[in-house]
């Protein structure tokens, strides 16, 4: 009989992070679903334990960070952080510094949301970003970490991202277009890239896997 385990997400007021919560929930997987953000949600379940934390001081919640499973689905954008400081402290050091707290913790799989590009040797700050982001996760020691790198995601967001909202507009008619090696950068759900983050997690494989959105949309039915 597989044991029942625990998970903990971060990032579940965003628009991937909504749906994998709900998916933790609904599933049978799971017994207790943490959700670590900086606001309370307006949900109640059973299963789940709210913890309103300030990521500038996540090493004083160590104690609440004891999980089997980590899905980080933390991200802003410049505009809205403000700088590319404060960007870069949303990506990249607020998930780092959550991996390495539960990686001490004993979580054994570490399941994050970054984007398709992400490189640490980029010129491109957002993609570099993002690179270092991955890198510096996959150093903290889990079993396995999983790393999904999907396109331009679509989805009714609470906030409102003018440039995305564009792209998406534009992108969205021409997706049947995108065959062979362009299939990756077709736009892609957000319900679709968390039903692949549940069920990569629930396949207990071991060491480092990057998935390019093309593979995130086909594992995204498999849940």
């Known amino acids: ?9 971060a990032g ?9 919560l709900e998916l933790l929930l609904q599933g049978d997987r799971y017994s207790q679903v943490i959700s670590v953000g900086r606001r309370d949600l307006p949900l ?23 999980v089997d499973d980590v899905f980080c689905c933390l991200g802003t954008t410049i505009k809205k952080a403000g700088s590319k400081e404060a960007f ?5 050091t607020y998930v780092v510094e959550l ?13 994050v949301v970054s984007a398709m590009g992400a490189d640490a040797g980029s010129m491109v700050f957002y ?14 020691g889990f ?25 998406a507009k534009v992108m969205k008619p021409l997706s049947s277009l995108m065959v062979g090696p362009l299939k990756k950068y077709k736009p892609i759900e957000a319900e679709t890239v968390a039903r692949a983050m549940v069920y990569v997690a629930s396949q207990q494989q071991q060491g480092v896997h990057i998935y390019p959105s093309d593979e995130i949309a086909a594992l995204g039915t498999k849940l």
């Open 127 to 140: 993609n570099k970003v993002k690179g270092e982001m991955e890198r510096d996760v996959q150093q903290q």
């Open 88 to 92: 870069y402290k949303v990506d990249h």
């Open 44 to 66: 109640i379940h059973p299963k789940l334990e709210q913890k309103k934390v300030d990521f500038n001081k996540l090493q004083s919640y160590a104690a609440d960070l004891d």
């Open 12 to 20: 579940a007021s965003g628009l991937v992070g909504g749906h994998c």
């Open 99 to 111: 991996a390495k707290l539960t990686a001490r913790k004993g979580a054994a799989q570490f399941v």
């Open 1 to 9: 009989m597989q044991k029942v385990r625990s998970a903990l997400i």
């Open 143 to 167: 079993g396995a970490v999983h790393i999904v790198r999907p396109s331009l995601l679509l989805g009714e967001r609470d906030e409102h991202r003018t440039g995305e909202a564009f792209a």
